[in-house]
């Protein structure tokens, strides 16, 4: 029986194509397998009590993701392993990344290093990291004499 | 990556962005798998449908509010649509889904008449 032709392989060249023309340079090289392995998306917020960063890390398993802080740099990096499929498994599309990843930021203030938390729900990795007391904005009364 | 659909009658002002989910696809004797990418959504914002032999993946995120403002940004806000045009074979009765840590994992078994069988020669 001739293989049903509905998810076939040939458009994966076409979504390639689509890829370049639709999406920014920047932007490509990120998320484009072809050029850079995984690098997942990456979001940073700031409010005057703490930092947190958002990664978009589908799929995974919390043991497989490592979080650590070196000298004021944010690493978080970690394996995902694709399922094991039974080798008479024929593959239409193979668009998801497996293997290892790798981000590294410089925090822009100095956190409470024993106070980070870390929570991974639906595919999305949130670190939170409470901002040290000296970098806090302070409020000083002005005395009249 | 993105596609953007218009609906009926309705400025193109109007347009919704979805991004497309990468996915892996997989046919075994039993059936189909599909595995879709779509980060921040819960099962709760999943959506499938089917409509003859096509079907709509869509993935709507979970609305989170963030403290404070965004110093950097690279994901994108839009929400999750696929459509795929299924084998005939498929017993749509019998399709699963479900979303483990953002990944939409889907089986679509094919109905028995065309599964493969072994005939015992008398």
Do not use: S, V, W
């Given at each position: 029986m001739a293989g049903w032709a509905?998810?076939?392989?040939?458009?994966d060249l076409r979504h390639e194509i689509d890829r370049l023309f639709e999406a920014p340079l920047a932007e490509l090289s990120r998320s484009s397998n072809l050029l850079s392995g995984w690098t997942p998306a990456m979001d940073i917020y700031e409010d005057k009590d703490s930092l947190v960063v958002r990664v978009e890390l589908p799929?995974?398993?919390?043991?497989d993701i490592e979080v650590s802080l070196h000298d004021g740099s944010l690493s978080i990096s970690g394996e995902r392993k694709g399922a094991e499929h039974s080798s008479s498994a024929e593959i239409y599309r193979s668009e998801r990344f497996f293997g290892r990843f790798q981000r590294t930021v410089t925090l822009p203030t100095l956190v409470k290093a024993d106070k980070i938390k870390a929570q991974y729900t639906d595919g999305v990795l949130t670190v939170t990291l409470p901002k040290a007391e000296e970098v806090k904005p302070k409020h000083i009364d002005v005395q009249v004499s | 990556m993105k596609a953007t659909l218009q609906k009926e009658?309705?400025?193109?002002?109007?347009t919704v962005e979805y991004l497309a989910p990468e996915v892996d696809i997989y046919e075994t004797n039993e059936g189909y798998l599909i595995e879709a990418e779509m980060p921040g959504v819960s099962k709760d914002g999943l959506e499938v449908t089917l409509e003859g032999t096509q079907i709509t993946l869509l993935g709507h995120r979970r609305q989170e509010t963030v403290p404070g403002?965004?110093?950097f940004r690279e994901s994108r806000p839009a929400d999750f649509r696929r459509v795929f045009e299924l084998?005939?074979?498929?017993?749509?009765?019998k399709i699963v889904a479900r979303m483990d840590q953002g990944v939409l994992k889907m089986t679509l078994p094919k109905s028995e008449e065309v599964k493969p069988r072994r005939i015992t020669v008398e």
């Open positions: 509905g998810f076939g392989r040939l458009t799929g995974m398993k919390k043991e | 009658g309705q400025p193109a002002a109007a403002q965004a110093l084998d005939p074979a498929i017993d749509t009765a």
